[in-house]
């Protein structure tokens, strides 16, 4: 089975502080995703990376970063933490496989995250 | 551009009765389609994936969902719904720009009624 796991449950920030979260999986996929996840809103792409040290933006990129500096870890970074930045964090990662089509994404147990 | 709409936020059924969820896609080709179910405080589990093999596709804890082209819709199903089906489930379509980005619906949130 595949493992993405993100190093906490729940985390605590203030505003202004510069905040890590990090993102491991185990099945040597190409493919990573950062998500935010909040009630109403469904689940929006931050960014995604799909090679070592390459990242594209998402939907909704402004006020994060990201870093992928080794296959396995996908690190999202709040430069500067803000309330509204106050949300579930999800990672995700996927393979490509040529010529089949999209592949499923594999989730972390995600990241809530508040900032006071 | 690829997109999936899931009417009714909250769907309420009673235990052993049927579940059903109803997904419209829109897509200029024939699309990938999943089903993930998200149980309180924890991420996305996949439930089933159509990637326009068999149009009814199984999958997990005895759901299924049937692609049907001319409708454009990947409704999912459950004959007996069960205490433990009470999650969020979101249905989710492939953006096929390469790099596996995936489009989600807004959910259905379920509540099973003993």
């Known amino acids: 089975d595949v493992k993405v796991t993100q190093s906490s449950r729940y985390l605590v920030k203030r505003t202004g502080e510069k905040v890590f979260l990090e993102c491991v999986q185990d099945?040597?996929?190409?493919?990573m995703f950062w998500y935010r996840q909040d009630p109403g809103l469904g689940l929006r792409l931050i960014y995604f990376s799909y090679d070592v040290k390459m990242k594209e933006k998402g939907d909704i990129p402004e006020g994060y970063s990201v870093s992928r500096e080794k296959k396995e870890r996908f690190s999202l970074i709040l430069e500067s933490a803000s309330t509204n930045q106050t949300s579930m964090y999800l990672c995700?990662?996927?393979?490509?496989?040529?010529?089949?089509?999209?592949?499923?994404?594999?989730f972390g147990d995600g990241t809530r995250l508040s900032i006071l | 551009a690829q997109s999936v709409t899931q009417l009714d936020s909250h769907v309420s059924v009673s235990e052993g009765t049927p579940v059903l969820l109803r997904c419209n896609y829109s897509?200029?080709?024939?699309?990938?389609l999943f089903w993930y179910v998200q149980h309180p405080n924890k991420g996305l589990q996949l439930l089933l994936k159509y990637t326009s093999a068999a149009t009814l596709v199984k999958g997990i804890n005895g759901f299924e969902a049937e692609f049907k082209k001319s409708e454009t819709s990947f409704h999912l199903t459950k004959p007996s719904a069960h205490m433990s089906d009470a999650a969020e489930y979101f249905c989710?379509?492939?953006?096929?720009?390469?790099?596996?980005?995936?489009?989600f619906g807004k959910g259905n949130q379920v509540v099973v009624i003993p």
């Open positions: 897509s200029s080709y024939s699309p990938s």
């Open positions: 989710v379509v492939g953006l096929s720009y390469g790099n596996n980005r995936l489009a």
């Open positions: 099945m040597d996929h190409e493919n």
């Open positions: 995700a990662s996927s393979p490509t496989l040529a010529g089949t089509g999209d592949q499923p994404q594999h």
